[in-house]
C-alpha cells in the first residue's frame, strides 16, 4: 500500500543542523510532488516546503527560507528535509506528504500523510 | 498571503448531531480548498478536496459546499469516530496554508 515513513528527528540543541528523511513506497515516487508540514506540540498544522516531482522547483515557507533544503532522490523513493540553524520555535513534528494533484482542474491535496518524526530543539 | 480563518475553533457535540465548521479566506481561492480529519497522535486524512469532493472511502455524512472566500464541512450526523481536530487547507498558492483548526469534542 502507499506508505510515507519519517526518519532522522531527535533533540537538538539551537542553532545545530539535523537531517530528516522520509521513505516512500507503494507507489511510482518520480510522479509525485513532496512536501514536508509540521505540528509544533498542541497546536496547528504549518507547510514547510515542496519540491516538485522531478526536483526542479522547490519552495519554503517563510519562517525556514535559508536555514531549511528540501532534496529527493527517485532513485532511492526518498524525500529529505536538511535543517540548519535550527531554533526552538522549529520544535515539532514533522510530516513528509504526497501532493495529489487533478490535471484537468489543477486541484491538489495531500494523501497520504507519514506519521511524523518529532524535532526537538532545546539546550 | 492567503490567510484562512475557521470558527469555531472549538465545539462541543453528541452523537447525531448535525456539525457544521466554517473556513473563510482572506482572498478569493475559487474551490482549491480542502478539508483534513486528524485524531490525537496521528497524521491528518484528507475528507474533502476541491472544496466539494468526497475523498474515496470516507463516509457520506461527511460534505463540503462553499466557493471563493466562504467554505464549510458538514457532518450530518455525527459519529464516536468523529471527534477529532478539522482543519481546511488551500492550495490556489504556493503557500499551501493551512487553518487553526476545530476542534469537535464530546
Known amino acids: 500500500q502507499v506508505q510515507l515513513v519519517e526518519s532522522g528527528g531527535g533533540v537538538v540543541q539551537p542553532g545545530r543542523s539535523l537531517r530528516l528523511s522520509c521513505a516512500a513506497s507503494g507507489f511510482i515516487f518520480s510522479s509525485f510532488g513532496m512536501h514536508w508540514v509540521r505540528q509544533a506540540p498542541g497546536k496547528g498544522l504549518e507547510w514547510v516546503a515542496v519540491i516538485w516531482y522531478d526536483g526542479s522547483v522547490k519552495y519554503y515557507a517563510d519562517s525556514v527560507k535559508g536555514r531549511f533544503t528540501i532534496s529527493r532522490d527517485n532513485s532511492k523513493n526518498t524525500l529529505d528535509l536538511q535543517m540548519n540553524s535550527l531554533r526552538v520555535e522549529d520544535t515539532a513534528v514533522y510530516h513528509c506528504a504526497r501532493e495529489v494533484v487533478l490535471d484537468a482542474t489543477g486541484n491538489s491535496w495531500f494523501d497520504p500523510w507519514g506519521q511524523g518524526t518529532l524535532v526537538t530543539v532545546s539546550s | 498571503d492567503f490567510q484562512l480563518i475557521q470558527s469555531p475553533s472549538s465545539l462541543s457535540a453528541s452523537i447525531g448531531d448535525r456539525v457544521t465548521v466554517t473556513c473563510r479566506a482572506s482572498q478569493n481561492l475559487k474551490n482549491f480548498v480542502n478539508w483534513y480529519q486528524q485524531k490525537p497522535g496521528k497524521a491528518p486524512n484528507v475528507l474533502i478536496y476541491a472544496a466539494t469532493t468526497l475523498q474515496g472511502g470516507v463516509p457520506s455524512r461527511f460534505s463540503g459546499s462553499g466557493s471563493g472566500t466562504d467554505f464549510n464541512l458538514t457532518i450530518s450526523s455525527l459519529q464516536p469516530e468523529d471527534f477529532a481536530t478539522y482543519f481546511c487547507?488551500?492550495?490556489?498558492?504556493?503557500?499551501?496554508?493551512f487553518g487553526p483548526g476545530t476542534k469537535v469534542e464530546i
Open positions: 487547507q488551500q492550495t490556489f498558492s504556493t503557500s499551501w496554508t
